[in-house]
């Protein structure tokens, strides 16, 4: 995700986000009935913590009511193209992972266009990945990994929390950038992945900073950079691929949320300007920094924009690796 190129993402570890859009005026009480929350996942994961933090805290004042549903299967398509076909009166609201900017380009059969079937409200939250090593790999940066890599192609390995999440296409990302031979070996999920890592089985990983943020504290992995605009607290001693001399690498595992397409665009407004303000609150900043998340906000028009930018991104890097899965 090209967060770094673009001035209208904020990270809002900075600062508050606060007035990024004024509410729009509307004469009619707004939300008027329960508001449907779905979750294309299974619960438990931070797409369904980010969806229980909006239906506690959003529209408080009004005694708005939420419905959290989850709806998983299809790598989060089958939810997703629920919420596309929804009403759109700002009553029913999708949270997206890095995956629907992937999907596109990953699945031959989806229900829902990116772009043309929803309205965008804004990011929420998103972690860098990061690129580790076993701590017996014999490389201490990441132009020594190349080096290393370069001299015996083929023989070293990678992991990534599954094939087409965002952490394998950070790894395909910079080994088409770096034209490296590193075998993929995909695990189901963040945890293996760092299993087998930690056992040497696969030396290498890329994963998101939050799965890795633990073996790294206590000394089991060595992180040679993250793929962050910044260098991400507590990991200040810890490049980016930039500062690494490895360009146009910045990729992110995020949360966003979007409203069926052909919702109008004040309660678009609206529920920007709420979410933003929940964003904000420091009880919601602290829950989200205890799952390794900062929170994001940016405008319903940037968000549709890195949507379009993202989705093609994406479906390139695809493509160019040739990776394909079963529908």
Same mark, same amino acid.
């Given at each position: 995700?090209? $967060?770094?190129?673009?001035?209208?993402?904020? $990270?809002?570890?900075?600062?508050?986000?606060?007035?990024?859009?004024?509410?729009?005026?509307?004469?009619?009480?707004?939300?008027?009935?329960?508001?449907?929350?779905?979750?294309?996942?299974?619960?438990?994961?931070?797409?369904?913590?980010?969806?229980?933090?909006?239906?506690?805290?959003?529209?408080?004042?009004?005694?708005?009511?939420?419905?959290?549903?989850?709806?998983?299967?299809?790598?989060?398509?089958?939810?997703?193209?629920?919420?596309?076909?929804?009403?759109?009166?700002?009553?029913?609201?999708?949270?997206?992972?890095?995956?629907?900017?992937?999907?596109?380009?990953?699945?031959?059969?989806?229900?829902?266009?990116?772009?043309?079937?929803?309205?965008?409200?804004?990011?929420?939250?998103?972690?860098?990945?990061?690129?580790?090593?076993?701590?017996?790999?014999?490389?201490?940066?990441?132009?020594?990994?190349?080096?290393?890599?370069?001299?015996?192609?083929?023989?070293?390995?990678?992991?990534?929390?599954?094939?087409?999440?965002?952490?394998?296409?950070?790894?395909?990302?910079?080994?088409?950038?770096?034209?490296?031979?590193?075998?993929?070996?995909?695990?189901?999920?963040?945890?293996?992945?760092?299993?087998?890592?930690?056992?040497?089985?696969?030396?290498?990983?890329?994963?998101?900073?939050?799965?890795?943020?633990?073996?790294?504290?206590?000394?089991? $992995?060595?992180?040679?950079?993250?793929?962050?605009?910044?260098?991400?607290?507590?990991?200040?001693?810890?490049?980016?691929?930039?500062?690494?001399?490895?360009?146009?690498?910045?990729?992110?595992?995020?949360?966003?949320?979007?409203?069926?397409?052909?919702?109008?665009?004040?309660?678009?407004?609206? %529920?920007?300007?709420?979410?933003?303000?929940?964003?904000?609150?420091?009880?919601?900043?602290?829950? $989200?920094?205890?799952?390794?998340?900062?929170?994001?906000?940016?405008?319903?028009?940037?968000?549709?924009?890195?949507?379009?930018?993202?989705?093609?991104? %994406?479906?390139?890097?695809?493509?160019?690796?040739?990776?394909?899965?079963?529908?």
């Amino acid at each position: 995700m090209m $967060l770094g190129r673009r001035r209208f993402l904020t $990270l809002c570890a900075a600062g508050p986000v606060v007035g990024l859009v004024p509410i729009a005026s509307r004469a009619e009480r707004f939300p008027i009935r329960p508001v449907r929350l779905i979750v294309p996942y299974a619960p438990g994961g931070p797409n369904d913590t980010i969806a229980r933090i909006i239906a506690a805290e959003a529209f408080g004042h009004e005694g708005t009511s939420f419905v959290t549903e989850n709806i998983p299967g299809g790598a989060g398509n089958v939810g997703t193209a629920a919420a596309a076909r929804a009403p759109a009166d700002g009553h029913t609201l999708v949270v997206v992972t890095s995956s629907f900017f992937i999907n596109p380009g990953l699945h031959s059969k989806i229900q829902y266009d990116p772009v043309n079937s929803f309205a965008p409200v804004t990011m929420v939250a998103a972690a860098p990945h990061v690129l580790v090593v076993h701590p017996s790999f014999p490389a201490r940066d990441v132009n020594e990994l190349i080096a290393v890599v370069r001299a015996q192609p083929g023989k070293f390995s990678y992991a990534s929390a599954g094939t087409g999440q965002s952490s394998h296409l950070a790894g395909e990302l910079f080994k088409q950038s770096t034209e490296l031979d590193l075998v993929h070996v995909p695990f189901n999920g963040a945890s293996p992945a760092m299993t087998s890592t930690i056992g040497g089985h696969t030396p290498v990983a890329f994963i998101s900073l939050p799965g890795a943020a633990p073996f790294m504290q206590e000394g089991r $992995l060595r992180a040679l950079a993250t793929t962050g605009n910044v260098r991400s607290a507590p990991f200040t001693d810890v490049p980016t691929m930039a500062e690494a001399g490895i360009p146009d690498q910045a990729s992110f595992f995020i949360q966003g949320i979007l409203l069926p397409a052909g919702t109008p665009r004040d309660i678009v407004d609206q %529920w920007h300007h709420e979410i933003a303000r929940v964003m904000a609150l420091a009880n919601v900043r602290q829950r $989200l920094s205890s799952l390794g998340l900062e929170p994001v906000v940016n405008t319903p028009d940037e968000f549709s924009a890195q949507i379009k930018s993202e989705v093609a991104r %994406w479906s390139k890097v695809i493509r160019q690796a040739r990776i394909s899965v079963s529908d």
